[in-house]
Nanobody
Framework: QVQLVESGGGLVQAGDSLRLSCAAS?????????????MAWLRRAPGKEREFVAT????????YYADSVKGRFTISRDNAKNTLYLQMNSLKPEDTAIYYCAASRTGWTTIPVLGHFGSWGQGTQVTVSS
């Protein structure tokens, strides 16, 4: 089974930046098969349902962003390193959540579908103080 491990979370002040990383490992994830997966970042805020933050296609040419993070967050991938990234700028208290990376064997879609993502990381906590 594919293993996904997030890192880079922490406690920051409003307006600060963070860069999250997601390392993929396992037989299904190697420098050549990484490109076969649509990748995503999701988050779960306290007392709320999980939601998609951003997704990225196999090549990185297509992306999706939640309206709440457009212009502030950037998703990217390095298939050769089996690593997914989320650059988070101008952080707000409402961004406080556990952030998860996820992988899908299906192709990228304009509107992300939760059921497509079968592999998840353990999550990394992001806390933004005012």
């Amino acid at each position: 089974q594919v293993q996904l491990v997030e890192s880079g979370g922490g406690l920051v002040q409003a307006g600060d930046s963070l860069r999250l990383s997601c390392a993929a490992s396992g037989r299904a994830f190697n420098p050549y098969t990484m490109a076969s997966y649509t990748m995503a970042w999701l988050r779960r805020a306290p007392g709320k349902e999980r939601e998609f933050v951003a997704t990225i296609s196999l090549s990185g040419r297509s992306t999706y962003y939640a309206d709440s993070v457009k212009g502030r967050f950037t998703i990217s991938r390095d298939n050769a390193k089996n690593t997914l990234y989320l650059q988070m700028n101008s952080l707000k208290p409402e961004d406080t959540a556990i952030y998860y990376c996820a992988a899908s064997r299906t192709g990228w879609t304009t509107i992300p579908v939760l059921g497509h993502f079968g592999s998840w990381g353990q999550g990394t906590q992001v806390t933004v103080s005012s």
